[in-house]
């Protein structure tokens, strides 16, 4: 797909983005988080995820999760990752995610998890675990520009298997109907699917009805990933 036909696709989304609420959904992978990196969210205590994402690499990667919140601060998932290739036909990704220490006003939160337990989908074979700190960054950005802005979050993690190295993302809820999400990863390993360092990816989420949301991603800012989400509370 070409440059220029992506720069219209993710103007389209943003245009269908201000008739439409905005809502946090799981990554790509299942577990909650930006579009491939995780973050300090849990689906929520007694609640559960099921989503459906596709990614148009070299050849269409397929991933459908679902996830369930266990605890206010534990959730566990499994996910189903197909990307065309006979070695990585319908591998199954294990993960679970735990926040280690809530966020206060003068201390980050920690979070400790996992998304692939047991390295199935990793190109080294290796479990892809990962340490990820996030922060509310509205106060210090509002001071810095002089006015009030929308609520913006930034996460600092670091990762084995998949990710093999730091990354950082950025949520930012740009307006009340609509949020938009960066990330970057030193590298991105899947195994014969994709391998690349320096990752920038960006993604435009909304919400379609009530629990259901979708998204729309630029992977490294020349693929197109999207998807779908419903998110339901059992209580």
Same mark, same amino acid.
Not at 114 to 140: F, H, I, M
Not at 180 to 193: A, G, P
């Given at each position: ?12 989304? @943003? ?16 577990? @909650?988080?930006? +579009? ?25 990667t397929t991933l459908i999760g679902g996830t369930v919140g266990l605890t206010p601060d534990l959730e566990i998932g499994i996910s189903r990752f197909d990307s065309g290739h006979d070695g990585i036909r319908g591998k199954a990704m294990f993960n679970g995610k735990y926040v280690l220490m809530e ?14 337990? @047991? ?104 693929? +197109?990933?999207?998807?779908? @989400? ?6």
């Amino acid at each position: 797909m070409t440059k220029s036909i992506l720069v219209f696709v993710l103007v389209a989304a @943003t245009v269908v983005l201000l008739s439409v609420a905005a809502f946090a959904t799981p990554s790509f992978f299942g577990p @909650t988080g930006g +579009i491939f990196t995780p973050d300090d969210k849990i689906v929520g205590v007694d609640a559960v995820s099921v989503n459906f994402h596709q990614v148009d690499f070299t050849n269409k990667t397929t991933l459908i999760g679902g996830t369930v919140g266990l605890t206010p601060d534990l959730e566990i998932g499994i996910s189903r990752f197909d990307s065309g290739h006979d070695g990585i036909r319908g591998k199954a990704m294990f993960n679970g995610k735990y926040v280690l220490m809530e966020e206060k006003p003068t201390m980050p939160s920690v979070t400790f998890g996992v998304v692939d337990a @047991t390295g199935q989908v990793s190109q080294d074979g290796d479990a892809s675990a990962y340490l990820v700190v996030g922060k509310n960054l509205t106060p210090a950005v509002t001071n810095l520009a002089g006015e009030p802005i929308a609520p913006l979050r930034g996460y600092l993690g670091i990762g084995t298997g998949i990710y093999r190295g730091p990354f950082m993302s950025f949520d930012w809820a740009f307006s009340p109907k609509a949020d938009v999400v960066l990330e970057y990863l030193n590298k991105l390993q899947l195994k014969d699917t994709y391998s690349s360092n320096n990752v920038l990816n960006a993604a435009l989420r909304f919400r379609l009805y009530e629990d259901l949301h979708a998204d729309i991603a630029a992977i490294d800012m020349k693929d +197109i990933g999207y998807g779908l @989400t419903y998110t339901h509370s059992l209580k």
